[in-house]
Nanobody
Framework: QVQLVESGGGLVQAEGSLRLSCATS????????MGWFRQAPGKEREFVAA????????SYAESVKGRFSISRDNAKNTVFLQMNSLKPEDTAVYYC????????????????????WGQGTQVTVSS
């Protein structure tokens, strides 16, 4: 079975940092890209970042560009989201997801493009 397990969420003060991790088991595809999404209370789930299988290509939402960084370690089947300079508006449940294409086509920003999802981890930024 394909499973994605997220960790690293928590409570942090504004301007602080957190690093989220997402471990994938069951090898969904031979090669695949990964994405991070988030959903704040009362809001729709929105795209945060994506990374190609090789790690050579990344894509970010404008709201997090310059503050967040996505990376992956395929030997450990893990993708990371380093979040710096956090703001209260970053408060949300963060989800990782698997995209079946190895390379990024466009931004890979639509939720419907992803086929496997993690359970989500809560990130709360206080001011």
């Amino acid at each position: 079975q394909v499973q994605l397990v997220e960790s690293g969420g928590g409570l942090v003060q504004a301007e602080g940092s957190l690093r989220l991790s997402c471990a994938t088991s069951g090898r969904p595809f031979n090669t695949y890209s990964m994405g991070w999404f988030r959903q704040a209370p009362g809001k729709e789930r929105e795209f945060v970042a994506a990374i190609s299988w090789s790690g050579g290509s990344t894509s970010y939402a404008e709201s997090v560009k310059g503050r967040f960084s996505i990376s992956r370690d395929n030997a450990k089947n893990t993708v990371f989201l380093q979040m710096n300079s956090l703001k209260p508006e970053d408060t949300a449940v963060y989800y990782c997801a698997v995209h079946p294409w190895a390379s990024l086509s466009g931004s890979h920003s639509r939720t419907g493009e992803y086929v496997y999802w993690g359970q989500g981890t809560q990130v709360t930024v206080s001011s």
